[in-house]
């Protein structure tokens, strides 16, 4: 049994309105889904919005343990000029950027108590872009904040001053790994390249590229719960 979570219901509307899930909870909070033996989880913008929709899920709904993994799976901007429109990438490191304590001596990114990156979960991992082969997935570090990114040199100051190397950014995706690390649960995550930091409009980029994006995402899902 999987878990996929996602920030917004755009994300993975075209698998939706395919396979017709059973809608589980709905709320102004979170959405959840089940088909078969898979969970998915709708969680809302920003980082407190994931990590309270996700903590809630594995709090109430993985009694015993049961899940495989946890997947998330949406759009990201890149910063990373090598990456086209409607990539496929999967998370190597996963960064808060908007996150700074290094005046107390912290690494930047580094929340007291918890590392400066978080990992996918290796053996998941593997099996899944073993799975996704043919998407030729890619390696990218991702960074997370309360804020829909549009300035490129702000990720340039990040590596020059603190040598942190970011490929993609989301408003998500750290806070996902932060509460699945805690409560020592498998998790990786899988990205879909929807718009170019750089750009002057990337807005309107992200608008234009959802649909083949969510697409994209549905045959994926569709990938792994039929292996």
């Known amino acids: ?6 920030a917004m219901e755009s994300e993975i509307i075209t698998f939706l309105e395919k396979s017709k899930p059973t809608e589980v909870f709905k709320s102004k909070n979170f959405n959840l889904y089940k088909k078969n033996n898979h969970y998915f989880l ?10 309270f929709a996700l903590t809630h899920f594995l709090t ?6 049961t899940l495989k993994g946890i997947i ?7 910063v990373n000029k ?3 429109i409607c990539d496929v990438v999967m998370i190597d490191k996963a960064y808060y950027h908007d996150f700074d304590l290094t005046m107390f001596g ?4 580094q929340v007291p108590g918890s590392h400066q990156f978080f990992e996918p979960e290796r053996n998941l991992h593997e099996t899944i872009r073993a799975s996704l082969a043919s998407w030729k997935p890619h390696s990218c570090n991702l960074a997370t904040g309360d804020v829909f990114v549009q300035k490129h040199n702000y990720f340039n100051e990040l590596k020059i ?5 970011i490929d993609v950014v989301d408003m998500e995706g750290t806070s996902y790994f932060h509460v699945a690390e805690k409560l020592t649960v498998p998790f990786i995550a899988i990205k879909i390249i929807s718009d170019y930091i750089e750009s002057d409009n990337n807005s309107n980029q992200y608008s234009e590229n959802m ?5 994209i995402i549905q045959n994926i899902i569709e990938r792994i719960i039929n292996e």
């Open 1 to 6: 049994m999987y878990l996929f979570v996602c």
């Open 42 to 51: 709708i969680t809302g913008i920003g980082k407190v919005n994931a990590a």
């Open 60 to 65: 109430k709904y993985n009694e015993g343990n």
């Open 72 to 78: 998330n799976i949406g759009v990201c901007g890149s």
């Open 82 to 84: 090598k990456l086209s």
């Open 106 to 109: 912290y690494k930047y990114g």
């Open 161 to 165: 001053k603190h040598n942190i190397k």
């Open 211 to 215: 649909a083949h994006a969510t697409k």
